[in-house]
């Protein structure tokens, strides 16, 4: 399939290849953090994830746009996904009724201020 040129607008924002799944623009990559667990090395994205999509655009260009990544535990309202995991690691996950691109400027924004 295609990829639409608002979604290679959203993954250039992001510099994040875009790939469509399930019909939708999706934008799949990892976080560059060393994480153990068990005491094993994991570059897995099911550790390390970070995904964006967006779907359900309206008459105004609004979407329900959606994200996850991996963050340290930094902030509140966050989940584990793993036990046993060095250094701790946090699931966020965030949605917004918004501009694609303008979800895209900011989450570009938030990732640029997450530590490494």
Not at 7 to 13: E, L, P, T
Not at 25 to 45: D, W
Not at 109 to 116: D, Q, T
């Amino acid at each position: 399939m295609a990829i639409a040129p608002l979604c290679k607008q959203f993954g250039d924002i992001l510099e994040i290849s875009p790939q469509i799944i399930n019909g939708l623009c999706t934008l799949m990559t990892v976080r560059n953090i060393p994480v153990t667990i068990l005491g094993r090395p994991s570059r897995s994205a099911l550790t390390i994830p970070m995904m964006f999509s967006f779907e359900s655009v309206d008459q105004n260009g609004k979407a329900l746009c959606l994200g996850e990544t991996v963050i340290l535990p930094l902030v509140t309202a966050l989940h584990n996904h793993w036990l046993f995991n060095n250094p701790g690691i946090m699931f966020i996950h965030f949605e917004s009724i918004d501009e694609p691109v303008q979800f895209a400027y900011k989450v570009r924004h938030a990732i640029s201020v997450l530590k490494h």
